[in-house]
Every structure is written in C-alpha cells, then in structure tokens.
Nanobody, 123 residues
Framework: QVQLVESGGGSVQAGDSLRLSCAASGRTFRNYAMGWFRQAPGKEREFVAVVNWSGGNTDYADSVKGRFTASRDNAKNTMYLQMNSLKPEDTAVYYC????????????????WGQGTQVTVSS
C-alpha cells in the first residue's frame, strides 16, 4: 500500500508559478513510476506528466511542455511539479499517482492516487 498526499495548490494570476509536492509513504517509493494528472470541472481526468523510478526520464502532455517540470527526490519520498507561466486553462484539481507497471500516461495504469490539490489560475 502507498499513501500519497499532494500539497502546494492555490489561487494565482496568469503567468505566475506554483510548485506542487506529492509526499509518499508506505512501500518503497523508488519502485514506482510517478504521474501527475488533472481534472477540470466537467472534464475527464487528463495526463500531465510522468517521472520514471529514478527521475532520469520524464514526459509531458503537449499542453504543458516547456512550462511544467516534473521531478522526484527518492531520498525524501517526494515528487514535484514545477508549474511556470500558468494559464487559466491550467485550472483543475491536480492528482499524483503511483504505478508499478512503469511508464504510462494512462490513468488506469496507476495503482495509487492522492486526494488532489486545487489549482486556480485567473486571467
């Protein structure tokens, strides 16, 4: 079992930055690929970013490439999402997820989820 807790969300203006954190406890954090997903009101949950077990490989949704950076610190059992140049369309609840199956941008491939943190970007 893995417990995930997101933090760092908030309300900002367009163009601002936020850094989300995802703290993990339970089984060995480094065994898991870690993903970020988001869900806006009335929309399906969508992939944002994924980090492999070592943090050496990442991938991003086209909508956030060049603006968001995902990373992890296995010594701290924590994953991060640095979000720069935020846009109103980035407004959503952001979720972190842990998966044993490895590299994936598909939500169903992840085994554990956090409760989410709200990010609101106003124009």
């Amino acid at each position: 079992q893995v417990q995930l807790v997101e933090s760092g969300g908030g309300s900002v203006q367009a163009g601002d930055s936020l850094r989300l954190s995802c703290a993990a406890s339970g089984r060995t954090f480094r065994n898991y690929a870690m993903g970020w997903f988001r869900q806006a009101p009335g929309k399906e949950r969508e992939f944002v970013a994924v980090v492999n077990w070592s943090g050496g490989n990442t991938d991003y949704a086209d909508s956030v490439k060049g603006r968001f950076t995902a990373s992890r610190d296995n010594a701290k059992n924590t994953m991060y999402l640095q979000m720069n140049s935020l846009k109103p369309e980035d407004t959503a609840v952001y979720y972190c997820a842990a998966g044993l199956t490895g590299w994936s941008n598909v939500a169903k491939d992840y085994d554990y989820w956090g409760q989410g943190t709200q990010v609101t970007v106003s124009s």
